[in-house]
């Protein structure tokens, strides 16, 4: 069944086509990667899916249209992670976790008992537990960016959106995080959309890919059939080696083309 | 304080006037106070009626207290505001209200029967009805009728009134006699009033102005700025008037006179300057309309005198 | 919560203490331990001999308490519209004179001062409070008109520029009136420099309907001022209508500002302090930081009251001239503050 489906989308700024007819299915539990160039729409797909740009076509979750009208609607169905997120300093864990539960708590209402267990539920599951009461000031990038995913998970929606989750992040927290989201998506069968930089990192990941360049989708596929010298030599200008590990990774080796 | 803002007292509120025993003017007024000779009680005075000598007033206008000291009711009062400098009387009383900024509470402290203001800044009326203190508005006069009238209204209502009726008499022959001893030039003499060193001044529309017609001066201010009595001049326009007279009602704020005037760029060669006739007015007594506005004439005329002679 | 419960009730002591307070110190009135006591004799089935005599009794209750409850109602109401806009502008300086209120009332109480000559005082509707209060609303409306047209749909910052030019406009307009109108130039600046100490029990009844109505919208609003928090983007991702609260808060606030600014006149630096003071004593949470501007602002104001019309007696000291006396060290505080904090 489709969980989350494109139909000839396209965003526009100024009047220059970001997008260009985007189309896509994916089923549930699916982990599609949008890679490409600076520039190349990854970003514009993602937050046309999350409702901030506008957009010409359809977007559904399982076969239902998202509602121009209804952000509540949406923001119960697809969850966003932004690449910057903006962190107010003085809030509290806790209640940026709250945060999340926004999209069921009636306007002028507080939030439930229900809802208070939710986020309990999804502190305890990204081991924030203990920083409950902490300030966001405080806290380090690789905390703060499960927080992140935390409150996108507090959510409770199918669709989990991730625009570029690991570039501010080091080695060691970019695999945690990825492999967090791994770990959830398996256990809630989410589906998963993201936009990457780091190619190694797409291909492990992500089940699919879609290369983009410059609003269009010029290639898709498995990592080892997107991830070639020549494809990436043409769309990224760069020139990389691609080495096939035993177990089936795909290791994308930029070159070194002046001499040392 | 800014001369200007206390010159500007005199061309307003003409309606609290006209709200008080009619519209200035020696036509009909509903006070027939010729009646009242003996002052009994109660008397009324537009729509205020005392049932009593008032023994406890407030004087929040330095022009009323002026005339309250000069028709004999000075004992009676009891707190006057801080530019009240004249008479020596009022002053030792020590009191410092202001018209301004009344603190109405400090006000009704002094347990007033009776309050006069020139103007009111915002409710101090209604806040007096309130308390059922008796207030007088006696507002500026735009004319030397109103002045009159305003001596014999607070002659009747302090219990003066054969005082005031005399006062005010005296002051109005003083005043036809003293305009009466000079001759019109012909052409009319011109002049500049200049109310502050930033070269504001008033036109013959205002109280002030029409001081200068009856000697039947030229105002240069006339007619410079359609709709305001109070232009501000530029050097230009009063350099190239060059009027007869300058008369400097800045000589206290702005410590302006004729030696500052004749340093000014470009104004040395003015007639005014170099035929002397650069006259310094007492900035209190020409912003007022008390009985002082005799001595402000009696200025006028002497400087007519001496420049026509 | 619980935490919070006590930091209202301690607000809310304050208050009543502050009113007490207020209308016990005057410069004149009976003594000053007497007006509670008379006060506990006006109630029903209590009976006290407060010594204190009608005339006396006459300037607290027609003169002092109108002014300490107008007092109250113009500090909750400008203390809770900063804390608003600043949630919606997610902006700490912002006040709730931003986006041309007080341009707009001063432009509208510049005209009737300046025009009014020949007309009387006593027309039905004192015109002075309605043309500020329609000046304050006209020069917001022009401002979201102006800032809405040319910005993206969700850009805070077009709307606050678009405040400072209407703002510029008014003034220069206000500026030029008062050019060819010195002789008002004293009333305009009393007024805008704020006052309470005309302030009746008409006063208190004619901003009130305005003030509950909008302090009300404001209240329902505090949670989602604080999904505001993580800025438009992930606010309208969460499921907000990021522009539908902006322009209800914006709406709401403004209609109480200009109601208070009408009869007090601009009354400066309660906006900013307030909800400022309140964040340092109990944390940004927008669910606690609008109750309690609420209580808060109220005993600022009614304590700054107090200095206004004693400092100076028998004058009055403008209560503008208080509160900016108090907000300049303020921000100075502030500042070191966030700079240490970093």
């Known amino acids: 069944m489709t969980a989350l489906g494109f139909c000839d989308v396209r965003v526009s700024y100024n009047g220059v086509e970001a997008v260009q007819g985007f189309n896509d299915l994916l089923h549930s539990g699916e982990w599609l990667c949008l890679i490409g160039p600076n520039g190349a729409g990854k970003s514009s797909v993602l937050r046309a899916a999350a409702g901030l740009v506008p957009y010409t076509g359809s977007i559904a979750i399982d076969q239902t249209e998202i509602p121009a009208t209804s952000a509540r609607w949406r923001a119960q169905h697809i969850a966003y992670v932004p690449q910057s997120p903006l962190i107010p300093h003085d809030m509290n864990v806790h209640d940026y976790v709250l945060l999340g539960r926004n999209p069921y708590v009636g306007h002028f209402s507080s939030e439930t008992k229900q809802d208070r267990e939710v986020i309990h539920g999804v502190l305890e599951r990204l081991d924030l537990i203990d920083f409950s009461q902490r300030r966001l000031g405080t806290l380090s990038g690789g905390e703060l960016q499960r927080l992140v995913i935390a409150r996108a998970l507090a959510q409770e929606a199918p669709v989990l959106l991730l625009d570029e989750p690991t570039s501010a992040l080091d080695i060691g927290h970019q695999q945690q995080a990825l492999e967090l989201v791994d770990k959830l ?47 990436l030599s043409e769309f990224y200008g760069v020139s990389a080696r691609v080495h096939h590990e035993d177990d089936g990774t795909v290791v994308v080796i930029p070159q070194r083309t002046s001499l040392r | 304080m800014n001369k200007l803002t206390k010159a500007g007292l005199a061309g307003l509120f003409l309606s609290l006037t006209a709200v008080m025993a009619g519209c200035g003017g020696s036509s009909t007024s509903t006070t027939d106070t010729a009646a009242v000779t003996a002052d009994v009680y109660p008397v009324t005075v537009g729509d205020l009626t005392l049932t009593a000598q ?62 006069i203001i020139s103007y009111d800044p915002g409710s101090l009326v209604e806040q007096l009805k309130t308390l059922n203190i008796p207030v007088f508005v006696a507002g500026a006069a735009m004319s030397l009728e109103n002045v009159y009238e305003q001596i014999d209204q607070l002659g009747v209502l302090t219990g003066h009134s054969q005082t005031a009726k005399d006062v005010s008499k005296t002051l109005q022959t003083s005043i036809e006699d003293a305009v009466a001893s000079v001759k019109f030039a012909n052409p009319p003499l011109s002049y500049y009033y200049e109310l502050d060193n930033t070269y504001y001044s008033v036109t013959s529309n205002t109280f002030i ?86 001595d402000l004439i009696t200025s006028i005329r002497d400087a007519v005198a001496a420049a026509n002679s | 919560m619980n935490r919070n419960r006590n930091s209202f009730a ?93 341009a707009g009332a ?47 749909t969700r850009s805070s910052t077009t709307l606050i520029l678009a405040g400072v030019a209407v703002t510029s406009l008014a003034t220069s307009i206000q500026a030029f009136i008062l050019q060819r109108n010195t002789d008002v130039v004293r009333q305009v600046y009393s007024w805008i420099l704020g006052r309470l100490s005309s302030a009746t029990w008409g006063d208190v009844r004619l901003v009130l309907p305005y003030v509950v109505l909008s302090t009300g919208v404001l209240l329902m609003h505090r949670r989602l ?41 601009l009354i400066g630096f309660v906006g900013i302090i307030v909800p400022h003071a309140v964040r340092l004593l109990a944390g940004a949470s927008y669910r606690v930081v609008i109750p309690l501007s609420i209580l808060l602002g109220a005993a600022f104001l009614v304590f700054a009251d107090i200095p206004s019309r004693v400092l100076a007696n028998p004058a009055e000291t403008p209560i503008g001239v208080v509160t900016a006396f108090f907000g300049a060290p303020f921000f100075l505080f502030l500042l070191r503050k966030r700079s240490n904090a970093r």
């Open chain 1, 185 to 231: 998506r398996r256990e809630q069968g989410l589906t998963v959309v993201s936009a990457m930089h780091d190619l190694t990192l797409a291909g492990m990941y992500a089940d699919r890919l879609v290369l983009m360049h410059q609003g269009a989708r010029v290639a898709e596929g498995s990592a080892k059939e997107v991830l070639q010298p020549n494809i």
């Open chain 3, 225 to 265: 001022l604080d999904v505001l928090r993580v800025g438009d983007d992930e606010a309208s991702a969460l499921g907000t209508n990021v522009r539908r609260v902006r322009l209800i808060v914006v709406l709401a606030a403004t209609l109480g500002t200009s109601a208070v600014v009408a009869v007090s006149g």
């Open chain 3, 10 to 102: 301690l607000a809310g002591a304050l208050l009543f203490v502050a009113m007490i307070v207020g209308t016990m110190i005057g410069p004149a009135g009976p003594t000053w331990w007497r007006i509670p006591l008379e006060f506990a004799n006006r109630l029903p089935f209590i009976h006290v001999n407060s010594g204190v005599s009608k005339a006396d009794w006459n300037i607290v209750w027609l003169i002092r308490t109108p002014r300490v409850v107008l007092a109250a109602i113009v500090g909750s109401m400008l203390s809770v519209s900063g804390a608003s806009y600043q949630g919606v502008f997610r902006n700490p300086l912002v006040d709730p004179y931003l986006l041309g209120v007080a």
């Open chain 3, 106 to 152: 001063g432009l509208g109480a510049t005209l009737v001062f300046a025009f009014q000559r020949g007309a009387t005082r006593n027309w039905i509707i004192d015109p002075l409070p309605l043309a500020a209060f329609i000046g304050a609303l006209v020069a917001v409306l022009v401002t979201y008109v102006v800032g809405t047209a040319f910005g993206t």
């Open chain 2, 54 to 115: 008032p023994i406890h007033i407030i004087s929040l206008s330095p022009s009323a207290t002026e005339m309250l000291y000069a028709i004999g009711a000075g004992s009676q009062v009891v707190a006057a505001d801080e530019y009240s400098n004249f008479p020596a009387e009022a002053v030792a009383l020590g009191t410092k209200l202001s018209g301004f900024e009344p603190n109405i509470e400090a006000i009704s402290g002094y347990s007033p029967d009776l309050v």
């Open chain 2, 209 to 294: 102005g029409q001081i200068f017609n009856l000697f039947g001066m030229r105002n240069i201010a006339d007619n410079v700025e359609a709709g305001n009595d109070y232009p501000q001049l530029s050097a230009e326009v009063i350099v190239s008037s060059n009027p007869d007279f300058i008369f400097l009602a800045d000589t206290k704020c702005c410590a302006q006179d004729a030696t500052t005037v004749a340093a000014r760029d470009g104004w040395s060669g003015l007639k005014a300057v170099t035929a002397n006739h650069v006259v310094l007015l007492d900035d209190d007594i020409s912003s007022r309309w008390g009985p002082r506005v005799l």
